[in-house]
Structure formats: C-alpha cells, structure tokens
C-alpha cells in the first residue's frame, strides 16, 4: 500500500512565521502535489512536483513555495504565515494521469 | 475555463440508493475520479472513469459520459459508515497526472 506520511496532524503558528509543512512518499512516485482545502471550495492546487527539484506552480501559489531535494520528500512552505492561510493542507503523490493520487492525513494549520 | 459542480449536501436512509452527480468543463480531459473523505481524514480513491459507461465496483459504481460532461456515483444498500463527503475530480491537460477537484458532496445516511 503506498503510503504518504506529513510531519503533523496539527499545527499552530503566529502571523510572520515561516513555517515548514513536510511530506515523505514510499512508492517512488515521480508525482508529487500540495493541496489546501476549506469548506465549500474543495481542494485547491498550491504547488506540485514532478521530479527532484521540479516544481511548477498550482492554482494558489501566492505566499507559498516547495522544495523537493529528495524524490520522497515534498516540503510546503510558508515565507510569512497570515492569518488567511488557516487551512487544511493535503499532501498527494501520483505516478501518472491515468492512476490515482494518495493523499497523506493532512496538516490542520492555524495562523494566530 | 475549468470547472466542476457537484451537489453540496444530500442526505439518504441507511439500505437505500444514493446518486451523487458530477459536471464538468474542463480542457485536456483524459479522465474522472471519485474520492471518498470522511471527516478529518484524507481522501481514499474510489473508482476512475476514462471511458464512457458504468465502472462497478461492489456497492459502488460509477458513470461517465464524456460528449455530456457528466458522471455520477451510485452507492447502494447505504450503511452508516457511508456518510462522508464524496469528490469528484478531472484530470487537466499538461499531463503530471494534475486534477481539478469539485467541491465534494456531504452524504448523511440516517437510520
């Protein structure tokens, strides 16, 4: 079973902080995505990865950016956290468009 | 533009039949996903959809129509356990196995 892991299930910061959101796949997936999800708008794309050190921007980059230094590993970060970045955020990994995304349980981040 | 539009809420009666219907617009189609979340947890595939026609898979089943931008999934003999938000996502053009994902339907199955 492939299994995406993040650092934290929940996580609480100050406005300014730069904050780091980890995620490790074991599956080898070339495919690598952030996601944040609030209610009544679904998932939405931040970032996503499609090799070492690939990365091309999602829907909602603004105030993110990744790195992705190892093939398991997809970093989230945020340069100055703000209040309007409390939020679910979801890891995904993925081999190709024909196969599915597993998703990591997800990061509950609050921005004081 | 790309767009999905699902149901926001439905509710069923445990043993019952529940649609839960999905369109979409979107360039670069190649196929459909449905996901199951429940609550606080993270999304677990459920089927894929790349042809038209019916996918059955135990309780569940799903449809395509690709010419209508269409798809539905059909979830029978409810149990409780089946309440949790049901998404439905498309995969855009540019490859990298990219999804637009709706918003998800909440499905309560009451007793």
């Known amino acids: 079973d492939v299994k995406v892991t993040q650092s934290s299930r929940y996580l609480v910061k100050r406005t300014g902080e730069k904050v780091f959101l980890e995620c490790v796949q074991d599956m080898d997936h070339e495919n690598m995505f952030w996601y944040r999800q609030d209610p009544g708008l679904g998932l939405r794309l931040i970032y996503f990865?499609?090799?070492?050190?690939?990365?091309e921007k999602g829907d909602i980059p603004e105030g993110y950016s990744v790195s992705r230094e190892k093939k398991e590993r997809f970093s989230l970060i945020l340069e100055s956290a703000s209040t309007n970045q409390t939020s679910m955020y979801l890891c995904?990994?993925?081999?190709?468009?024909?196969?599915?995304?597993?998703f990591g349980d997800g990061t509950r981040l609050s921005i004081l | 533009g790309q767009n999905i539009d699902q149901p926001t809420e439905m509710t069923a009666t445990e043993g019952a039949i529940v649609q839960i219907n999905c369109t979409y617009q979107?360039?670069?189609?190649?196929?459909l996903f449905w996901y199951q979340q429940h609550a606080g947890e993270a999304p677990t595939f459920l089927s894929y959809?790349?042809?038209?026609g019916l996918e059955e898979k135990g309780r569940f089943s799903s449809f395509l129509s690709r010419s209508k931008g269409y798809s539905y999934l059909l979830l029978k003999e409810l149990q409780m356990k089946d309440s949790a938000s049901y998404l439905c996502a498309v995969t855009r053009g540019g490859g990298y196995n990219k999804l637009i994902f709706g918003a998800g339907t909440r499905l309560a199955v009451h007793p």
């Open positions: 990865s499609y090799d070492v050190k690939m990365k």
């Open positions: 995904a990994s993925g081999l190709n468009s024909n196969q599915p995304q597993h």
């Open positions: 959809n790349v042809l038209d």
């Open positions: 979107t360039s670069g189609f190649n196929g």
